[in-house]
């Protein structure tokens, strides 16, 4: 739902009336997760979906229809017939889909708006929806707070995290995409002539030196650490600070050979073999690019693979469902 928030909040400042449409179940396979949402306005106009776009003609008018009755529904969207004439998704799967109103001045308007406050300044929320008896209400809740029965949560305002040490040409791409994919950017680089914002405007900017600067983070799970410098006085300080610590992901750019000349000077440094196994060096995945978004791209790949614990295999040469099940707790 995070992706329709800046833009449903807007129309809501403005007094317009939105309905959402929310993917609250999946069965089998299907093109978008728990969460994913719609938006549609009282004048028409939509951001977000909920598929791949074989249902979404079917949503817009259902989010129509809740603006003009203002009743929540719940739709189950399954397999087209055998014709390919009814709505339904081709994938061979079904999900089930939460239309609210959300009317502007209401109390659901200002969760919205609540959210997306959170949202942008990161302050770690959860949202349930009821798909029960109480369809469409929804709570506000403490960041790890149980919903109540029958409601699915949803968590704001904790956005992944990527963090880039030195701010050379290859950290100018992997910010822009990594800000692309939601994910909340840092660059750090003691040197003040590279690391500035006009090179960097979709990040935060710290000039430091960057064993220093992490030392003084909160990393978790759900921070990747990209070490990009390929300068052994910033890389291997500022890896040694990575590796101790809870960060989901670490990884480093550099040939074989720097490669190895790296793991000799960690291992000097006192780095623990344990933690030289998390290193992911040289960084990203082999995709076969080599301009500073094509590398991008391969580091960013290798990212999500490592946090949903997937191969990063082609498709076509695996079997079984394309995604893993849903959770009853998803991000927003």
Known sequence: MREILPIAAAWLRDGRDVAVATVVGIAGSAPREVGASMAVSDRGK????????????????????????????LERFGYADAEGLAVGLTCGG????????????????????????????GVPTRFALSTGADLGRGWMLAAHEAPPHGALALDF??????????????????ARLGA???MRVTVVDPRDV?????????????????DRWLSGQSLDARTAVCVLSHDPRFDVPALRVALASPAGYVGAMGSRVTHDDRLSRLRAAGVAPGQLDRLRSPIGLDLGGRTPDETALSILAEIVADRHGATGRRLSQL????H????AVVPG
């Open 324 to 327: 893993a099940p849903a959770s």
């Open 319 to 322: 079997s079984g469902a394309v």
């Open 180 to 182: 692309a994919m939601g």
């Open 194 to 210: 590279f690391a500035t914002a006009a090179r960097f405007p979709e990040a935060q900017v710290v000039v430091d030196w960057p």
């Open 46 to 73: 939509a951001v977000g979906n909920v598929s791949g776009g074989c249902v979404e003609g079917s949503v817009y008018e259902r989010c129509r229809d809740a603006l003009a009755s203002g009743a929540p529904s």
């Open 157 to 174: 305002g904790s956005p992944a995290r990527l963090v880039i040490v030195g701010a050379v040409e290859f950290a100018v791409s992997l």
């Open 94 to 121: 079904a999900v089930e889909v939460l239309v609210r109103p959300v009317r502007a001045g209401s109390a659901a308007a200002a969760d919205l708006l609540l959210l997306a406050a959170r949202e942008r300044s």
